[in-house]
């Protein structure tokens, strides 16, 4: 099996570049601990858990997105709808951790790079437009699809500028220009983040009609809707 | 639902998808990997044989190890060790993150959650 969307190996970006954002990434996981700390309580132990087991395993389900082209979801936008940003850059990083350490996915000298950009960035951008998307249109259920969908799109797109400026910083374009780079992983990236938020936002829903307060994003509320009374284990 | 009966079917979804649908998945080149591949000719497994591109300047993984590359390399069936690979993936991220988180929310610091 190929090497996934966005993960970058060694190599490509430079050593000085890579340790100044193995240090970037480092504050901001640690500044996410102490965060996610202060809201986690035991019962949540679980689903976080199985939050970050299932991008582990939906990370492996490379898509195609063009000819001869694929993408994989990276996760960010379902651990913030699900479990908010802090703890959702924690499970994102702990599945990149892994698949560097143990499947020889991502460099380990680009392991901050791949934090960074996957793990730190898609998930705060996708829980900012989570968070306004559900101001604008309330919470429904067409509201958080449209939401999670959005959120999802631009996480990835998002994902894949922060590599971007790494790559302008650290990397060196081979027979062929940066914007040319530039243009292609944009225009591929976009893609990707469709088939993200098509996934994201059917997984996120059937939570929230299953389990609304496990949906962080709600805030625990459950969505609008003349639904039958749902039980609360 | 259960919380309890919730976190068994999720995981059982994981494994199923990890396990069983990653076999099915796409195996083109990924967005980031084709990018770096323009410029490049690869052969029919996808390794480079000519041209010049960014991807020349990736290097061999530093660790690698038995799981590399979502396989198991000391399975013979290449599709018996993928499914072998995903399942065992799984299990070891969701052990690894729930012994992470669950420190973290028993260890010290601040509490003024509405637990």
Redesign the interface.
């Known amino acids: 099996m190929p090497d996934l969307a966005l993960h970058i190996p060694n190599g490509i970006i430079g050593i000085p570049t890579s340790l100044a954002f193995g240090l970037a990434a480092a504050l901001a996981v640690g500044a996410c601990v102490a965060a996610a700390r202060r809201g986690l309580d035991e019962r949540l132990v679980p689903l976080a858990g199985l939050a970050t087991a299932f991008i582990f395993a939906a990370q492996m389900l490379n898509f195609p997105v063009a000819a001869g082209v694929s993408g994989h979801l990276l996760g960010g936008a379902l651990a913030a709808a699900l479990l908010g940003p802090g703890l959702g850059v924690l499970c994102v990083t702990v599945v990149i951790g892994v698949q560097a350490l143990l499947f020889a996915d991502g460099g380990v000298s680009a392991l901050g790079l791949n934090v960074v950009n996957m793990a730190v960035i898609s998930t705060f951008a996708a829980y900012g437009v989570i968070a306004l998307a559900l101001k604008l249109l309330g919470r429904t259920r067409v509201g958080l699809t449209v939401a999670v969908f959005a959120a999802s799109v631009v996480s990835v797109v998002a994902a894949a500028a922060g590599f971007l400026v790494e790559f302008w910083i650290g990397g060196e374009p081979i027979g062929q220009s940066f914007g040319a780079v530039a243009a292609a992983i944009g225009s591929v990236h976009v893609l990707i983040g469709i088939g993200e938020g098509v996934i994201t936002a059917a997984a996120v829903v059937a939570v929230a009609l299953a389990r609304p307060d496990l949906v962080y994003a709600l805030k625990g509320a459950r969505i609008a809707e003349p639904a039958a009374v749902k039980e609360i284990a | 639902?259960?919380?309890?009966r919730?976190?068994l079917i999720?995981?059982l979804?994981?494994?199923v998808?990890?396990g069983g649908?990653?076999l099915f998945?796409?195996?083109?080149?990924?967005?980031?990997?084709?990018?770096?591949l323009?410029?490049?000719e690869t052969g029919a497994d996808?390794e480079i044989s000519g041209?010049?591109?960014?991807?020349?300047?990736?290097?061999e993984?530093?660790?690698?190890?038995p799981?590399?590359?979502?396989?198991m390399s000391f399975v013979g069936s290449e599709t018996l060790g993928?499914s072998l690979?995903?399942i065992v993936?799984?299990?070891?991220?969701?052990?690894?993150?729930?012994g992470?988180?669950?420190l973290?929310?028993?260890?010290p610091?601040?509490?003024?959650?509405e637990?």
């Open positions: 639902m259960k919380t309890s919730f976190v999720g995981a979804v994981a494994l998808l990890a649908v990653a998945a796409s195996s083109s080149p990924d967005g980031l990997e084709s990018v770096m323009d410029g490049c996808g041209g010049a591109c960014t991807a020349q300047k990736a290097g993984h530093e660790i690698g190890g799981l590399a590359d979502y396989g993928g690979a995903g993936g799984v299990l070891l991220v969701l052990g690894i993150a729930t992470l988180f669950r973290l929310a028993r260890g610091g601040p509490r003024n959650g637990a």
